[in-house]
RNA sequence: AGGGGAUUGGUGUAACGGUAGCACGACUGACUCUGGAUCAGUUAGUAAAGGUUCGAAUCCUUUAUCCCCUGCCA
């Protein structure tokens, strides 16, 4: 569990740095604040356990905020996945479940309290006439002809686009700040739009809605957050944020800033993340191949390596780009202390022990977990026909090739050692069957004892089978990086993040051989394929049809070898 | 001179004026009934130039490069 705990870094010196000063009295109170308008991602992750977490390292609490002020893009399939999700994540937010919906009345009411104070306005202008006078980088925009209203015209009118008595985009509620500010986000942000919309939470009650600005650390405050972290990009907003808090004089949380996670090979934005759903470049959210935590889910990623990775990752200002490898370090390295290890075959070749009695079967047993003792042995039926990996024989071998050949010895894990005697071809010359023959004295795979001379025979190696007549068929899913490019985004003039899409980034084989006691496990249960890699059921399983995700190979020296070559 | 932020091995990070460390990756080797795991080792870095200091990744100045900002998105 000490891998997952989080090292120092510069957010924490901000908390202990308020703590000294008693700046929140020593409280630490943060929030994880999604928008309901798409799956939570990997970059969500690192967010969810930076929060949830310094709240349980300083004795504090983590809110759930839906950041539901945008009724236009949100659902509610989202907000169950978000539950769904950070639950699985392994984290609890208690009974401070909140959503930015419900601080709309709150919210209102502060809203008159600022046009009361001169500090806002409704602006009749439209958005592009908005657009236009806010100026551009480098000059100053102007302002509105009706910035200058009077409080209580500003006051009925307010009320009257909350009444509905505008359509959409007719008026906007601005805060009244300085139009030449160098800082745009000051230049009389837009506070409060009309959007004749329902909402998923508040239904048809509200007509005008809160901008993120206006709402975002308003609800903080409500909540008594004390620090309110978020990514690089609204760092422009802090300023606003500030603004806000000492116009009202209400509870001031500190908005600290971090950069986002970027990972190789993987786009992290919803909208990017939409468009493959949308345009069917992967089946749905939680799709194995997304960056999802859903997909993640699916593939068969644990909690817990997610949860490790975002330890590892660090937490800094730098808008850098992890590698894919670390996160597949993460993940191989829970599932090797977890996983339950089976055979499985996923391209056989029938093995015909020619001097294995016919009608004989006999149960080997085999480690479940050789990480970890407690998960015992199983019981593995063997008989003359076996299929072993079309890949663990060849009938050329190079040198180094440990595995079965012509006249080659080599272990079948927990059962026999077999020596290839015959290779079958068909008229094509294809390889359709071998026969071998087993040494009786080598069962379990034991070594046989020592000739007169005390010689031990040795060998070196070892592959894994699965008994024909016992095999449970199945179909498995080898998935690959979605895309075939470390970044997607670098792209050529006129293309889009889908130019690299991988074609081969989902492969289906069909016809495995599995070990019967496969059919034991289900969706999410971590399984290691001996010699293959890591797996679990995939949830679109039938009593039939059983199928698995391969979470993610085992790593594979020999196949480096090869492609060295 | 628009504003804001950033820059340490291939990658991600630590060092808070005092020995540049850790992890991932890559590469060796040992061991192994998984060519897995494990173990041992190698590799490679302070963006640049000035300055302050006994001493600078750290402080100052200048430069370079990168990211964000002109939604009635968040």
């Given at each position: 569990m000490s891998t997952e705990t989080a090292s120092r870094h510069f957010i924490r010196d901000i908390v202990d740095e308020h703590n000294r000063t008693g700046r929140f009295g020593g409280k630490v109170i943060t929030r994880f604040p999604p928008e309901p308008n798409g799956f939570l991602h990997i970059g969500h992750a690192k967010s969810i356990c930076l929060n949830f977490g310094l709240a349980a390292d300083y004795g504090g609490v983590c809110h759930?905020?839906?950041?539901?002020?945008?009724?236009?893009?949100?659902?509610?399939?989202?907000?169950?996945?978000?539950?769904?999700?950070?639950?699985?994540?392994?984290?609890?937010?208690?009974?401070?479940?909140?959503?930015?919906?419900?601080?709309?009345?709150?919210?209102?009411?502060?809203?008159?309290?600022?046009?009361?104070?001169?500090?806002?306005?409704?602006?009749?202008?439209?958005?592009?006439?908005?657009?236009?006078?806010?100026?551009?980088?480098?000059?100053?925009?102007?302002?509105?002809?009706?910035?200058?209203?009077?409080?209580?015209?500003?006051?009925?009118?307010?009320?009257?686009?909350?009444?509905?008595?505008?359509?959409?985009?007719?008026?906007?509620?601005?805060?009244?700040?300085?139009?030449?500010?160098?800082?745009?986000?000051?230049?009389?942000?837009?506070?409060?739009?009309?959007?004749?919309?329902?909402?998923?939470?508040?239904?048809?009650?509200?007509?005008?809605?809160?901008?993120?600005?206006?709402?975002?650390?308003?609800?903080?405050?409500?909540?008594g957050i004390t620090h309110s972290i978020c990514t690089l990009e609204f760092e422009d907003h802090r300023p606003l944020y500030d603004w806000f808090c000492d116009a009202l004089e209400i509870h001031h949380p500190q908005q600290i800033e971090f950069a986002r996670l970027n990972l190789t090979y993987t786009v992290m934005s919803k909208r990017k993340l939409l468009t493959l759903v949308k345009d069917n470049h992967v089946a749905d959210w939680s799709d194995p191949r997304m960056p999802t935590i859903s997909g993640m889910r699916r593939r068969g990623y644990t909690p817990a390596a997610l949860r490790n990775f975002c330890a590892r990752i660090g937490m800094t200002k730098f808008n850098s780009t992890t590698e894919f490898a670390l996160l597949e370090h993460c993940v191989r390295e829970d599932l090797n202390k977890v996983a339950s290890r089976r055979m499985a075959v996923l391209d056989p070749l029938r093995v015909?022990?020619?001097?294995?009695?016919?009608?004989?079967?006999?149960?080997?047993?085999?480690?479940?977990?050789?990480?970890?003792?407690?998960?015992?042995?199983?019981?593995?039926?063997?008989?003359?026909?076996?299929?072993?990996?079309?890949?663990?024989?060849?009938?050329?071998?190079?040198?180094?090739?440990?595995?079965?050949?012509?006249?080659?010895?080599?272990?079948?894990?927990?059962?026999?050692?077999?020596?290839?005697?015959?290779?079958?071809?068909?008229?094509?010359?294809?390889?359709?069957?071998?026969?071998?023959?087993?040494?009786?004295?080598?069962r379990g795979g034991e070594s046989p004892p020592p000739d007169s001379a005390g010689n031990v025979r040795k060998v070196k190696g070892t592959i894994h089978w699965v008994s024909a007549e016992?095999?449970?068929?199945?179909?498995?899913?080898?998935?690959?990086?979605?895309?075939?490019?470390?970044?997607?985004?670098?792209?050529?003039?006129?293309?889009?993040?889908?130019?690299?899409?991988?074609?081969?980034?989902?492969?289906?084989?069909?016809?495995?051989?599995?070990?019967?006691?496969?059919?034991?496990?289900?969706?999410?249960?971590?399984?290691?394929?001996?010699?293959?890699?890591?797996?679990?059921?995939?949830?679109?399983?039938?009593?039939?049809t059983p199928i698995f995700n391969r979470s993610i190979t085992l790593k594979d020296t020999w196949a480096k070898m090869q492609k060295k070559q």
């Open positions: 759930l905020r839906m950041d539901d002020t945008n009724p236009t893009k949100e659902e509610q399939k989202y907000i169950d996945a978000i539950h769904t999700d950070v639950k699985w994540l392994g984290f609890d937010w208690g009974p401070h479940e909140y959503y930015a919906s419900d601080y709309f009345e709150q919210l209102y009411e502060w809203a008159i309290t600022l046009i009361e104070k001169g500090l806002a306005y409704v602006d009749d202008q439209n958005a592009e006439q908005i657009r236009q006078t806010r100026g551009t980088l480098t000059r100053p925009g102007t302002e509105s002809p009706y910035r200058n209203r009077s409080v209580e015209e500003n006051l009925g009118l307010f009320q009257r686009m909350r009444a509905g008595e505008f359509g959409n985009g007719e008026k906007v509620l601005r805060a009244k700040i300085d139009m030449a500010s160098p800082n745009v986000n000051l230049r009389d942000p837009v506070m409060y739009r009309i959007l004749h919309a329902p909402h998923p939470h508040t239904g048809d009650k509200w007509c005008i809605y809160p901008m993120y600005d206006y709402a975002h650390g308003q609800s903080d405050s409500i909540e015909v022990i020619t001097n294995y009695p016919e009608d004989q079967t006999e149960t080997m047993s085999a480690v479940n977990n050789p990480e970890d003792e407690s998960a015992g042995r199983r019981e593995v039926p063997f008989s003359k026909v076996v299929y072993i990996e079309r890949d663990d024989f060849m009938e050329d071998p190079p040198r180094k090739f440990f595995r079965l050949a012509p006249g080659k010895e080599v272990r079948l894990r927990y059962a026999y050692w077999i020596t290839c005697t015959d290779v079958i071809k068909d008229d094509a010359g294809n390889i359709v069957e071998l026969h071998a023959t087993y040494d009786p004295a080598t016992h095999a449970l068929d199945a179909e498995v899913r080898l998935y690959d990086h979605l895309f075939t490019k470390e970044n997607p985004d670098e792209v050529e003039e006129g293309q889009d993040f889908t130019a690299h899409l991988n074609p081969d980034s989902l492969k289906i084989v069909t016809g495995a051989k599995l070990e019967p006691s496969l059919a034991d496990f289900e969706p999410g249960d971590p399984i290691q394929f001996e010699r293959i890699g890591y797996f679990t059921p995939d949830i679109d399983s039938t009593k039939d």
